[in-house]
């Protein structure tokens, strides 16, 4: 039983039908009249009549959650644990096959149906999004650049970012998926090729998504002049579009690359490994967490370089270039001893390793917190080499814990020495990781550009005068938390979105809540 068979989450529940949710986020929370959960976990959904926060059970506990978190089943009739197992034994013959029939019960769908439903599902809300981004740029884009007396160009910019490339490109993505479309027996459809063709392509919304804050501040601003929220209401209406905010439907792109992996997991869940698109759909899912995971590393790296220029800002006696002049990511920093020719004098140095160089500095003897700026090295230039303890042949002295770094060309030599062995192996880590992801950077075309830089060290000029670091999220947080139930849960949950690419590090406030919004809820 899948969705598309007209009949919404309200009727099947009034019906008596048991209807389930997959949780996406983490729901953590203390008012024990919600229900919390864990992503992954399986919610019986009991009353679905507000929109925004549902009535859930799981096994004993009953609470309400918010229904942003959570995704409909599209094949509802699945049993949460066991079907999988039987469904994999009833292949091996029809014995077993009539054996699933029993366990499942009449009239209930086989894998291929339920891949079938997928499918369809897949189709429905791509074409679905597409109407959704021609509306976008029909309804809004175009009819603001007629508008020269409200809005600049550089306004237009920042408030729809790249959405016109993005609905050229799914427009050609969504021809790929027809073709490949198998309308009479959906189950045999072969997708995943689709999603493989264009997994580079997919990188645009890179763009989108690190702008969208911005679009968010700079939407909050015009709104609070009334002509402004005329006009983006008059836009909505002349295009016939739902009863949602231009910042909720600029949204929904943002959440549109994170639902990719969501459904090419499940698609591979009910795809036989004899299946032709088998291959190619395993191929594709890894391809869009990638995708996702190249997305969120590029969104923190922007993130980071306010906190960049805002270090740079507090070092003394600065010197040269500015760091975001070739770096944007700071790999690992800490204290050790240098040994540099041809003074061989040992000097305590404070160390930060960004991608492309390695800036040092010196502690102020009375404020420890005061770093003096001493130099740099270009980590391009420079080869890593693992000392081993007891003579050094360049220094002529006997170490322990050392790494040395040798300049490509010329005889610059330095000799790096921690206290204990475990840091010095921490700081060869360190070394290949910035060697890795600066290759990664070349080859993905990773890049910040002057506008970036400029803003992030007028960002640390500010603050520096203010005397204190400067919020730079905030008004976007504020912005994605602010809606609130009316009679159900008072308090918007604050969870950490459940990313399926799986980023290595912390992901940032920009990815907390972000199905608030959403404008297509099933």
Known sequence: ?????????????????????????????????????????????????NKEWWWGRITDSEGWFPASFVRLRVNQDEPMDDYPTHLEDAQAGEENREGLGLFLGPGLPCKEQMRTNVINEIMSTERDYIKHLKDICEGYVKQCRKRTD???????CTIFGNIEEIYRFQRKFLKGLEKNFNKEQPHLSEIGCCFLEHQTDFQIYSEYC????????QISKLVKVNKYVFFFEACRLLQKMIDISLDGFLLTPVQKICKYPLQLAELLKYT????????????ALNAMKNV???????????????????????????????????????IFSGELSKLSHPHARSQQRMFFLFDHQMVYCKKDLLRRDMLYYKSRMDMDCMIVIDVEDGKEKDFNISVKNAIKLRALAGD?????????????????????????????DSETGFSLTDVQKKQA???????????KPKAVTRTYYDFLMRQKHPSLPSAVPRQQVFMLAEPKRKTSTFWHNIGRLTPFKK
Not at 25 to 49: N, P, R, S, Y
Not at 150 to 155: A, G, L, V
Not at 457 to 467: F, V, W
Request: charge should be negative; charged fraction near 30%; glycine fraction near 4%.
């Open 1 to 49: 039983m899948g969705f598309q068979h007209g009949r919404s989450r309200t009727q099947l529940i009034s019906d008596g039908s048991v209807v389930y949710a997959e949780a996406l986020w983490d729901h953590v929370t203390m008012d024990d009249q919600e229900l919390g959960f864990k992503a992954g976990d399986v919610i019986e959904v009991v009353d679905a009549t």
């Open 272 to 283: 036989n490994p004899q299946h032709r698109d088998y291959t190619d759909v395993e191929a």
């Open 412 to 440: 610059e030599i330095h000799l790096l020495c921690s206290k204990k062995p475990e840091q010095k192996q921490r700081w060869l880590r360190a070394f290949a990781d910035e060697r890795i992801q600066v290759q990664h």
């Open 292 to 330: 996702a995971r190249l997305i969120n590393e590029r969104k923190r790296r922007l993130e980071n370089i306010d906190k960049i220029a805002q270090w740079q800002s507090s070092i003394e006696d600065w010197e040269g270039e500015d760091v975001l002049s070739r770096s944007s990511d700071l």
């Open 150 to 156: 409200m809005f600049t160009e550089e306004q237009l």
């Open 210 to 217: 690190n702008n969208h804050p911005n679009a968010c501040i």
């Open 457 to 467: 060290l007028l960002n640390a000029r500010k603050s520096h005068l203010a005397g």
